[in-house]
């Protein structure tokens, strides 16, 4: 079946930090590949997706790049913020609209 | 983008007593909603698709019975818990998508947070 696997977290980073948050899939077919935000107490949030490979999603300063070769959906932001702090999901839709998702990346910008 | 709501977003019950838990889609329909389990820090689990105007489809290995699903209308799907355990304490969470389609966005609910004393 269909799985997703994102990097252990938490992550801890000094705001204006690079930061990748890795995410490789395993589908059949062609799947759509998200990436899910969020923040304490609160449901998710879509921050971005793509669609079919070599697609770039990209929303708030994030991008990620749908790597069918590689199988991977890695989560990029040039320079974070404190408020970025939050868990990530990376997840992936292989038909039907039901979503696997990976187990969440906590992610802690430090000021 | 499209909003979808829940209610309650907290609840606290005793043990042995049914919780239901609202999901609407507020600007669209959805003929299909989905409920998520969310234990702490950890991941979503699928544990049940919402097909208005039909039975649910579980996923594996989540009671039918104990979980009970209506999809009464395009805009909305309740999710029962009943007879509630402290086991069953978790943060539930729903999702709709507008279209049908491979690719389409799910726009998920802000949660319920259900706690079984």
């Known amino acids: 079946g269909d799985s997703v696997t994102q990097m252990e977290g938490p992550v801890t980073l000094s705001e204006e930090a690079f930061l990748t948050i890795n995410c490789t899939y395993t589908?059949?077919?062609?799947?759509?590949l998200f990436w899910y935000v969020q923040y304490p107490g609160e449901g998710l949030q879509l921050l971005l997706k793509a669609t079919k490979a070599d697609d770039k999603g990209s929303n708030k300063g994030f991008e990620a790049t749908y790597r069918k070769e590689t199988t991977s959906f890695h989560l990029e932001k040039g320079s974070v913020q404190v408020s970025d702090s939050a868990v990530y999901f990376c997840?992936?839709?292989?038909?039907?609209?039901?979503?696997?998702f990976g187990t969440g990346t906590k992610l802690q910008v430090i000021p | 983008g499209a909003v979808v709501s829940q209610h309650p977003s907290r609840v606290i019950c005793k043990s042995g007593t049914s919780v239901k838990i609202e999901c609407r889609s507020l600007d669209f329909q959805a003929t299909t909603m989905f409920w998520y389990r969310q234990f702490p820090k950890q991941s979503l689990m699928l544990m049940a698709t919402?097909?208005?105007?039909?039975?649910?489809?579980?996923e594996q290995g989540v009671e039918k019975d104990k979980f009970l699903i209506n999809h009464a209308s395009l805009t909305l799907s309740t999710l029962t818990v009943t007879s509630a355990h402290p086991e069953d304490s978790s943060f539930y969470i729903c999702?709709?998508?507008?279209?049908?389609?491979?690719?389409?966005?799910?726009?998920f609910g802000p949660g319920t947070r259900l706690l079984v004393l």
């Open positions: 919402s097909n208005e105007g039909s039975k649910a489809t579980y």
């Open positions: 999702s709709a998508g507008e279209g049908t389609g491979v690719g389409e966005t799910q726009y």
């Open positions: 997840a992936l839709d292989g038909g039907y609209q039901k979503v696997t």
């Open positions: 589908a059949t077919g062609y799947p759509s």
